[in-house]
């Protein structure tokens, strides 16, 4: 069964730091996009940051210069490292795995966590 584990979610105050893990199951082979999305309360999911197999990533304007996105390829790992967090960064995070290769599977398969919430209190 393919699937990915997010973890590191939590409740911290404004200013402060959370660092999300993003871990792949063993039946994934290679991931040519990692990447971590939100969608708060009553707002639609989007994208925070994406970072491809080559090392090229791709942040949202709001996590520009706060959050910094990095991945393990060995093992299809990625983390977001969130820094002074403000109370609109709420909502919940999830791991997005694009064009991940399965072993015995053709193609290719997006694949997507559960979540794992954050809240930053007010």
């Known amino acids: 069964q393919v699937h990915l584990v997010e973890s590191g979610g939590g409740l911290v105050q404004p200013g402060g730091t959370l660092r999300l893990s993003c871990a792949a199951s063993?039946?994934?082979?290679?991931?040519?996009?990692m990447g971590w999305y939100r969608q708060a309360p009553g707002k639609q999911r989007e994208l925070v940051a994406s970072?491809?197999?080559?090392?090229?990533?791709n942040y949202a304007d709001f996590a520009k210069g706060r959050f910094t996105i990095s991945r393990i390829n060995a093992n299809n790992t990625v983390y977001l490292q969130m820094n002074s967090l403000k109370p609109e960064d709420t909502a919940v995070y999830y791991c997005?795995?694009?064009?991940?290769?399965?072993?015995?599977?053709?193609?290719?398969?997006?694949?997507r966590g559960q979540g794992t919430a954050v809240t930053v209190l007010s």
């Open positions: 970072m491809t197999i080559g090392g090229s990533t």
């Open positions: 063993s039946g994934i082979r290679s991931i040519e996009t």
């Open positions: 997005n795995a694009a064009r991940a290769e399965v072993f015995g599977v053709r193609g290719s398969l997006e694949v």
